[in-house]
């Protein structure tokens, strides 16, 4: 039986509904989707490095040799096995990392909205970078904070000025490695120094590390968690070492947090996929991340100097750019008077894509800046698309 001509509903959402934006970034994915556009708006890691025969066999095995346990309902913490595996490959340093500090999530998109949930009241002050991930002002952004940016420079954060807008803040959210958007690293006095301050301050730390294991040439900076386990929450994913589709990620902090955290997973999803993480455990255990990151640092490395390569041909004077020593990024700083939302309408018309970069700050945003995402075009379209930006943006001069 069905109703005939029901009286539709008058939805009245929740005032934390009524806030609630979609991320420019999708918006503009929808219209960058056309294969005539050359996109550099996506933060999509690059198919090519997908290791989908490694995943497949790692299905089957899980399958065929645990399918019952794989297809059960898990633990809210997760797999066991991998977080003792993850416990054990963050004890360096001389700090002992445990497994139950380490909570398992559906990407570590999940983390930041169960850390707003547990951390985060109406009004609370979270201090973030300027700019910073924008998917991390959306997550926070439920729970109503009033954000305080933080300085930054080419250097990335500025510690003295946490120590100088910090006070009572619940969180200190800091991407030190290849930052997203901006491509820039923390240098190692600063981590000590961000510790350091934030510690002495009782704010926790919340260190966002997806792109760090990508860096181009040597080996990546220390953690700031193993400087101090009891202050930091470091978040982990393997969308940009293995794939994102999966969707699983992880939250390391004091064991108190977790526990916390782990009720707010219940509550929002009982726990994340079993067969996913037995699988991904599969994949890792035997050290296959050692042999596949190299290759994901060698491609996007190439493909960010061919970005870069162009950029120095085609850009106008008065335009600078991050040079980034890993992750998928680089940030573009244009003369003052120029809009990247405008410049962005008009480079669509010419089938180029970038994510203007206002929305990546909590307040006061540069409108005259933009994010360029490198990995997933070919070098041939990277310099097409980077030389019809650079006639356009000379042609605003
Ligand atoms: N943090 C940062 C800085 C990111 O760039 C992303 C993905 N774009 C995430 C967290 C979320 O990653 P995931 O949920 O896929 O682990």
Redesign the pocket.
Known sequence: MKLENPTPIEWKFSERAEQLQSSAIREILKVTMRPEVISFAG?LPSPETFPVERMQAAFDKVLSQQGKSALQYGPTDGYAPLREYLADSLSVNGSQILPEQILMVS????G?DLLGKVLVDEGSKVLVETPS?L??LQAFSVYQPKFESVDTDEHGLIPASVAAKGEGARLMYA?PNFQ?PTGRTLPMERRVELVETCARMGIPLVE?N?YGDLCYTGEPLPKMLNMNPAGVIY?G?F?KVLT?GI?L?YVVGPATLIRKLEQAKQAADLHTAQLTQMVVYEVIKDGFLGQHIPTIRTFYAKQCQVMLDAMSQYFPQGVEWTRPEGGMFIWVTLPRHIDSNQLLAEAIQQNVAFVPGAPFYANNPETNTLRLSFVTVSPERIHEGIKKLGTLIRSKL
Do not use: E
Request: hydrophobic fraction near 20%; avoid cysteine; charged fraction near 10%.
């Open positions: 933060g990407g570590s998109q999940q930041l991930y998917g991390a991407l997203n966002d997806p978040m994913s969308s994102p969707r990620g």
